[in-house]
């Protein structure tokens, strides 16, 4: 699974071919999520509110580098690293 991303111990990742809806992974000590890009919300799992925040702030901004990242995926391409916060 690619990681994307990497911020203040949160660790952004795709599957390759993973089902829909569009979405990402996130790892943060210890706890794991997934999080629906067209919404900007949480679908499964759980953070800790400061991290689910810094995730939804950091998702509304590269919302569009997201989705096409999810396209790369589902074509078994190399995502694009995202920019992180901070």
Same mark, same amino acid.
């Given at each position: %699974?690619?990681?994307i991303c990497v911020f203040y111990g949160i660790v952004i990742q795709m599957f390759f071919r993973d089902h829909l809806p569009p979405h990402f992974h996130v790892k943060y000590?210890? *706890?794991q999520a997934t999080f629906d890009i067209q919404k900007l919300a949480l679908m499964d799992g759980r953070l800790p509110p400061k991290e689910l925040r810094l995730v939804s702030e950091w998702a509304t901004l590269h919302q569009d580098e997201l989705l096409e990242?999810?396209?790369l995926c589902? *074509? %078994?391409q190399a995502p694009n690293l995202i920019a992180p916060l901070g």
């Open positions: %699974m690619p990681t000590a210890g *706890s990242n999810w396209r589902k *074509s %078994m």
